[in-house]
């Protein structure tokens, strides 16, 4: 009987849990693997033959097997070229390309690591080290964290992802990092209401448009946005957390507005308890995120935007932990004192508030798809 177990989102791995019931290719196995007890999670063979290749020599000492580093890269390598339909290995929605696009990641990723390997030197203990590290940051994670992400913040992998994935096209809102804190259970906001309880920190009306490139409104675009309390802390990491809090979904009007309550981002430390902490210390780096606020825009027929503000004036903005800053989203906060705008914007108390006014652009889906598809075409290009 197999299990299917499904890790991560779009691209996800889709893994086999196998639990031994005499499968038909096991006829042909040794005695010991065909008398597996039944219900006991085992390692069995997948089913793949013996690969038909010729694996590749020494220049000068024909042999296939691995008796040296240079062969034992060598011989990965070759394997790559067995890489099948995509779709065995990951959900259809991750797969661009077919098994060309598969095969090129992973000969690039094989051939790229091997270097790293062979360049470093890399010892027995410090490979053992990196795996117990790699092991403690799956472990670490949760429904609620994600300390993979987290860990490819801190390395700038994110964010060249993100850099990748959305190149700027001119008059676009440019993207930011996702970061781990995002959730799927943000509560729906009416236009002009709070996404933060009260008390929660010093209060910002946050106001603006979503508009196509050519200036038109988008009306009914979903906007998904999030942030810390004053305190530097997201509701997820509150382990008495219950119910959503300083995040919401909203949807602008037919002018493509909206506008809502929120409080004044401060800047704070990512989590520091974890395996991703320890390496930020060993490298001598500052685990500080400056002041921000999430945002996340999604229309029919646009490409989603995913981006932050950030207020001027952070001590951090330029050597952001997760390499998250962009000079154009880079906001100035108005301070407003004044008892009936505050009153009119539905703050409950008090005469101030800071007013953060931003217009987003977002860009139709198949402008998108242009560029992303130049770009993959130029680095499959630059690496044949």
Not at 28 to 37: E, F, G, N, R, Y
Not at 107 to 135: C, G, P, Y
Not at 190 to 202: C, D, F, M
Not at 321 to 340: Q, T, W
Request: proline share 7%.
């Amino acid at each position: 009987m197999k299990e299917l177990l499904e890790c991560g989102g779009p691209g996800r791995f889709i893994l086999y849990r196998v639990m031994i019931e005499a499968a038909p290719f096991h006829q042909d196995l040794s005695a010991s693997w065909q008398h597996v007890p039944t219900k006991v999670h085992a390692a069995v063979s997948n089913g793949v033959p013996v690969p038909a290749l010729d694996l590749p020599v020494k220049d000068i000492e024909l042999t296939r097997y691995p008796d040296g580093p240079e062969t034992v890269t060598a011989n990965a390598l070759k394997l790559t070229e067995l890489v099948p339909n995509p779709s065995i290995l990951f959900g259809v929605e991750g797969c661009t390309g077919g098994d060309r696009r598969m095969r090129f990641i992973f000969r690039n990723l094989t051939s790229k690591l091997h270097e790293f390997v062979s360049e470093t030197d890399i010892t027995t203990d410090e490979w053992m080290t990196a795996i117990q590290f790699l092991a403690r940051t799956g472990q670490t994670c949760t429904p609620l964290r994600q300390e993979f992400i987290l860990l490819s913040d801190v390395l700038g992998v994110s964010a060249l992802v993100d850099a990748l994935n959305n190149p700027t096209l001119e008059g676009a809102t440019e993207s930011s990092v996702l970061g781990p804190f995002f959730t799927e259970d943000a509560p729906d906001v009416p236009l002009g209401e709070s996404i933060a309880s009260e008390g929660k920190g010093e209060y910002m009306y946050v106001e603006g448009r979503v508009l196509t490139t050519s200036g038109e409104p988008v009306s009914g675009a979903v906007i998904e946005t999030w942030e810390t309390d004053a305190k530097g802390n997201y509701d997820t990491q509150y382990a008495d957390r219950t119910v959503p809090d300083c995040r919401g979904r909203l949807r602008t009007d037919e002018e493509g507005r909206f506008g809502y309550r929120a409080i004044v981002p401060v800047a704070y430390p990512i989590p520091n308890d974890g395996p991703v902490a320890e390496l930020l210390l060993a490298l001598g780096r500052h685990n500080v995120r400056p002041s921000h606020l999430h945002m996340m825009i999604n229309a029919p027929g646009f490409h989603k935007l995913t981006t932050a503000l950030y207020p001027e004036g952070d001590a951090y903005l330029s050597s952001d932990v997760v390499f998250g800053v962009r000079k154009s989203l880079v906001v100035k906060l108005r301070e407003i004192d004044n008892e009936a705008e505050a009153r009119k914007r539905g703050f409950p108390k008090g005469t101030k508030f800071k007013l953060l006014n931003y217009d987003f652009t977002v860009v139709r889906e198949e402008e998108w798809e242009a560029a992303r598809a130049k770009g993959v075409t130029e680095a499959a290009s630059s690496s044949a």
